[in-house]
């Protein structure tokens, strides 16, 4: 049994194909097919049932691949470890980052990043909230950017940037008369929020949880903030969006964005990584380099953090 006999049989699972597996591991699928037929000789027993399309892994097979999982990530930690030791900063680097902050953050740092850490290989996933909490602690992202405070034990939570929210109004919108706004102009108004499912949708509602909202505060939901900005331009209410987010509409449009008064209302950003990580060399130059890029973007300090989980 061998390390490269496991990572096959992980990849066999993940993709229920013996073809494919062996494209995700760069090898033959002869090669693929020959050494895990050797393993199962070797354990004599049947780890993935062949004649299911797809394929699919055998009772006692389930509970070998759990412990090869295991096992692989085990052995993969000895490399950081000693990677850490010599400090040694590349390989791989899976990075997830909520949709809600990629778009705007990304172009700021990634590229300052690879200049000056081109031996690290970023792998960056676009996903949600909870599924960067399951996927930390599951050992398949190695850090994450996200709102915080996730409230999660075996998370550590290195913040960022404190980003503030700021509405973007309609034209006729009274409160476009104001130079800055509170959380209690939005009584009454007629708010535009992101679907379920995206934390920043769960830190509007937070703000605005003490309210007393009229039967139609909030009843349109988007997937993005392009469709809520063109929603409020038709006049069909108001909506909130990350500070960033206002720093790349255009002139006439950011005419149409009031800030709230101090203490701002805001989401912490945080880089977030297992407390078992062992690449902190690469999660501090990408700590780094963020922070450097966001001071020439963001500079507010009396901000009151909104929590981004549900109530």
């Known amino acids: ?164 929210f700021v509405a973007y109004l309609n034209h006729d919108n009274s409160l476009l008369h104001k130079k800055e706004i509170t959380a209690e102009d939005l009584d009454d108004q007629h708010i535009l929020l992101l679907k379920d499912g995206h934390c920043f949708r769960d830190g509007i509602l937070n703000l605005c949880g003490g309210l007393k909202m009229n039967n139609s505060g909030f009843y349109i939901e988007s997937g993005s903030f392009e469709t809520l900005i063109n929603l409020v331009d038709e006049g069909l209410g108001m909506t909130l969006l990350p500070y960033l987010n206002g720093r790349n509409l255009f002139l006439e449009k950011k005419n149409q964005l009031r800030n709230f008064k101090k203490p701002t209302p805001a989401r912490e950003i945080s880089l977030i990584y297992h407390k078992n990580e062992l690449k902190l060399q690469i999660s501090e130059a990408l700590r780094d380099v963020i922070s450097s890029v966001i001071r020439g973007e963001i500079a507010f300090n009396d901000v009151n953090i909104i929590s981004p989980l549900k109530k």
Do not use: W
């Not at 990572?7 to 591991?25: D, G, I």
């Not at 791989?92 to 980052?97: E, N, R, Y």
């Not at 000056?116 to 909230?129: A, D, F």
């Open 1 to 164: 049994m061998t390390i490269t006999q496991l990572k096959y049989l992980l990849s066999v699972a993940e993709h229920r194909n013996f073809t494919q597996a062996a494209e995700h591991c760069f090898v033959t699928q002869p090669t693929l097919s020959m050494q895990i037929q050797k393993l199962e000789d070797e354990l004599d027993l049947q780890i993935f049932d062949r004649s299911k399309k797809p394929i699919e892994v055998t009772r006692v097979g389930a509970l070998i691949l759990e412990q090869a999982k295991h096992i692989v990530d085990e052995a993969s930690r000895i490399n950081d470890i000693v990677d850490q030791q010599k400090g040694f900063i590349g390989g791989d680097f899976t990075l997830g980052i909520i949709p809600t902050v990629m778009p705007t953050l990304l172009p700021l740092f990634l590229k300052t990043f690879n200049k000056k850490y081109p031996k690290v290989h970023l792998i960056i996933k676009e996903e949600n909230t909870q599924t960067i909490i399951k996927h930390l602690n599951e050992g398949k992202l190695d850090a994450a950017i996200a709102a915080t405070p996730l409230e999660d034990e075996h998370l550590v939570e290195r913040p960022l940037y404190y980003e503030p």
